[in-house]
């Protein structure tokens, strides 16, 4: 018994260094779960003006990273095996980035004047055998696709009717410039409300 629980005890101690640096646990301010499913995590982030975010760890996958405002750089300094420091370009509010990597561990830094306001999409699925996940999508960018999802940029203006179908797959939809999300299951037909819309299709299962 006292093999067992010291071996427990062991075991807890190796897991909670990691999990006590998940930022929407240890920076609530500027990290926000506010979605979560088999499918996808979605966290809003807020960077103040001039903040300095201490280390904290990102898990390793793809990721959709939305841009919420118009922002400048924003530093981001790495630990662990990519020891670095990377600066994010300047982002306009409706541009779209996907990213996959591994595990990262950084500290982040808003050395600009504004705020920075942007979604981390954290994909739970299969990449399909993907090979090309890294993309920059400007504002204007009506369209992108690989094996692993589906992004669509939909305008509903007052004299036009729109609605969701998700005959084949799930999807988020994030609405433009608030963030809101709302997850759609398959099977679903949602009409949509004027206004300017992400759609995000999920073309694979999630990982076993």
């Known amino acids: 018994m006292l093999r067992l629980g010291l071996a427990a005890g062991l075991a807890c101690s190796a897991v909670l260094p990691i999990s006590g640096q998940d930022p929407t646990q240890t ?6 779960v506010q979605l979560d499913n088999d499918y996808v995590r979605v966290v809003r982030v807020h ?3 001039g903040a300095k975010l201490p280390d904290h760890t990102h898990p390793p996958g793809t990721t959709v990273y939305v841009y919420l405002n118009d922002s400048e750089g924003v530093v981001f300094r790495h630990s662990g095996n990519n020891t670095r420091a990377v600066t994010r370009p300047a982002v306009k509010a409706g ?3 996907v990213a996959a990597g591994e595990e990262e561990h950084h500290t982040a830094e808003n050395p600009a004047s504004t705020p920075s306001d942007f979604l981390r999409v954290w994909f739970k699925t299969d990449n399909g055998g993907e090979r090309s996940l890294r993309r920059r999508l400007s504002p204007t960018d009506d369209k992108f696709e690989n094996k692993q999802m589906r992004i669509t940029r939909l305008t509903v203006t007052p004299d036009k009717s729109i609605t969701i179908d998700t005959a084949q797959e799930p999807a988020l939809l994030v609405s433009l410039p608030s963030g809101d999300t709302r997850w759609i299951e ?3 037909h949602v009409p949509l409300t004027t206004g300017e819309y992400l759609r995000i299709d999920f073309l694979t299962a999630p990982k076993l």
Request: hydrophobic share 25%; net charge positive.
């Open 47 to 49: 960077y103040d003006a």
């Open 186 to 188: 398959r099977a679903q």
């Open 27 to 32: 920076l609530p301010e500027s990290y926000k």
């Open 95 to 97: 541009g779209v980035r």
